[in-house]
């Protein structure tokens, strides 16, 4: 009798343990479904930027790293010419963000890219600012050419000045515009800035009458600080902008998930926000 009451117990025992065992081996599989996928994005990602980017480099970055815990995103932001110039001399790059596809086919015809990597992520168009108030009353592009005005440019080597000699060319091409009038609008540049952060800064400071910068920069500006003149879209320049993960990253699993991260909707959203055009609307 006393041996058939101790089975008893230790039945009972396993049987308690084998439930115990089911129960957390089911609370373990529920944890489970609740962890993130792990994508192997892990560290420092070194992120070499188009200067126009300055604004919403930040929140893409820092919205990269809170869905992605462990990573860092560090720009380095300039001229387009200037970090791909930087890259060809050496510097260590994870990722390319260009402003220009020109910088970009340098790099990857010279090795630099891996180029299956290399995707377009957004556009920008040209715009004209004046500073807040507008001084020089300036309301159209043809009011550029008025004796006194002061306009600040992009050099012609920066994306940003690139696409403002094409803008012009267009603009003194159309049945509106009085001849002469690009020759006089060059009259009227009393600075060439190497980035657009530049000119962006010349005009919010009223040191010149107008500028010639993206559409982006216009929304990333102080609210109050800036007017707009739009260009016409017919006459027009858009710029593309494309990003790739350089040949010598150390760090090319957090490179490809941040370029997901930023063709992504969220990514697209924040990009948006900033002016910036989405390139599947282009």
Not at 129 to 158: C, F, Q, W
Not at 162 to 170: G, H, Q, S, Y
Request: negative net charge.
């Amino acid at each position: 009798m006393f041996n058939r009451f101790r089975n008893t117990k230790t039945c009972l025992l396993i049987f308690i343990l084998l439930a115990a065992t089911l129960f957390i081996a089911g609370c373990t599989g529920v944890q489970g479904e609740e962890t993130p996928v792990e994508t192997g994005a892990q560290g420092e990602l070194i992120v070499y930027t188009a200067a126009s980017l300055t604004g919403v480099s930040a929140d893409l970055g820092s919205e990269f790293e809170k869905r992605y815990p462990g990573t860092k995103i560090t720009f380095n932001l300039a001229g387009t010419q200037t970090i791909k110039n930087q890259i060809q001399m050496g510097a260590y790059a994870d990722v390319f963000m260009s402003a220009s596809t020109r910088y970009t086919n340098e790099l990857m015809g010279g090795g630099y890219l891996v180029n299956d990597t290399v995707r377009k992520f957004t556009s920008n168009y040209i715009v004209i600012i004046v500073p807040s108030g507008n001084p020089g009353d300036i309301h159209s592009y043809t009011d550029l050419t008025r004796p006194g005005v002061k306009i600040a440019m992009g050099t012609e080597e920066v994306p940003v000045g690139i696409n403002t000699r094409i803008v012009l060319d267009k603009l003194s091409a159309s049945p509106d515009t009085p001849d002469g009038w690009k020759d006089a609008v060059f009259q009227n540049v009393v600075t060439y800035e190497t980035t657009e952060p530049g000119v962006v800064t010349k005009v919010g400071l009223g040191e010149v009458d107008a500028g010639f910068v993206y559409e982006s920069s216009f929304s990333a500006a102080k609210t109050g600080s800036l007017e707009l003149i739009p260009i016409p879209e017919e006459y027009n320049a858009l710029q593309i902008y494309t990003l790739g993960i350089l040949t010598d990253s150390t760090n090319k699993k957090t490179g490809e998930t941040f370029i997901e991260f930023i063709l992504s909707d969220e990514g697209q959203k924040i990009l948006k926000d900033y002016g910036f055009t989405s390139i599947t609307t282009t």
